[in-house]
């Protein structure tokens, strides 16, 4: 099956900073998403992005799927970005949506 | 706004028992999923279902069943719970545009976290 890594695992930052986290994925595929998992729990879908770049507010992302990997930045961070941030890939078959693969995570702590 | 309802936010159950895990979402989604989620290991697939009374196994459907009956309501059952399912549970529903575009868009409900004694 396909392989996802995120990287860093980790990542502490000072609010203010930017970051960049990255998602690598081992085989061809035409769904990629990020997502946010607050420290409640929830996750939120940040972007659908399969190829190209989509900016919303302080967050934007990059797809090259023809290298296989995929970029979230997160500039001006802000304490409320903390939490764990997931890719997940897939590929998507007519009529059954398709099922994701998700990375494990970059855990983000963002300090005031 | 996209709405994605878990029937319990916290259960405790033991060994044995039969759990009843229900997601309902309002946004007329063909596809809903069912995940579970431990630390070190992320996210799961368990089943997942494409249309009405279709489902499909996950990577972990062992010791899992799950129910479509209606569009909008996806149900995950542990007929004999284990402590190896404490977890938390995560219900996701996605649409697909058949003939414009796949979009797959995956949202989740807010999670049911399952201790099992």
């Known amino acids: 099956g396909i392989q996802v890594e995120q990287s860093p695992p980790d990542l502490i930052l000072q609010e203010g900073a930017n970051s960049t986290l990255r998602c690598n994925f081992s085989?061809?595929?035409?769904?990629l998403q990020w997502f946010h998992q607050n420290p409640w729990g929830q996750l939120i879908n940040l972007f659908y992005i399969p190829s190209g770049t989509k900016q919303n507010g302080r967050l934007s992302a990059t797809t090259v799927a023809t290298e296989r990997y995929s970029l979230l930045y997160i500039s001006s961070s802000q304490t409320t970005d903390s939490g764990v941030y997931f890719c997940?890939?897939?590929?998507?078959?007519?009529?059954?949506?398709?099922?994701?693969?998700f990375g494990q995570g970059t855990e983000l702590s963002v300090k005031p | 706004d996209v709405k994605v309802t878990q029937s319990s936010r916290y259960l405790v159950k033991r060994t044995g028992e039969k759990v009843f895990l229900e997601c309902v979402q309002d946004?007329?989604?063909?596809?809903m999923f069912w995940y579970r989620q431990d630390p070190g290991l992320g996210l799961r697939l368990i089943y997942f279902?494409?249309?009405?009374?279709?489902?499909e196994k996950g990577d972990i459907p062992e010791g899992y069943s799950v129910s479509r009956e209606k569009k909008e309501r996806f149900s995950l059952i542990l007929e004999s719970t284990s402590t190896n399912q404490t977890s938390m549970y995560l219900c996701?529903?996605?649409?697909?545009?058949?003939?414009?575009?796949?979009?797959?868009?995956?949202?989740f409900g807010e999670g049911s976290r399952l201790t099992v004694l």
């Open positions: 279902s494409y249309d009405v009374k279709m489902k």
């Open positions: 997940a890939v897939g590929k998507v078959v007519y009529n059954q949506g398709g099922k994701l693969i």
């Open positions: 085989d061809s595929v035409n769904n």
């Open positions: 946004m007329d989604h063909e596809n």
């Open positions: 996701a529903s996605s649409l697909t545009l058949a003939g414009v575009q796949y979009t797959g868009e995956l949202f």
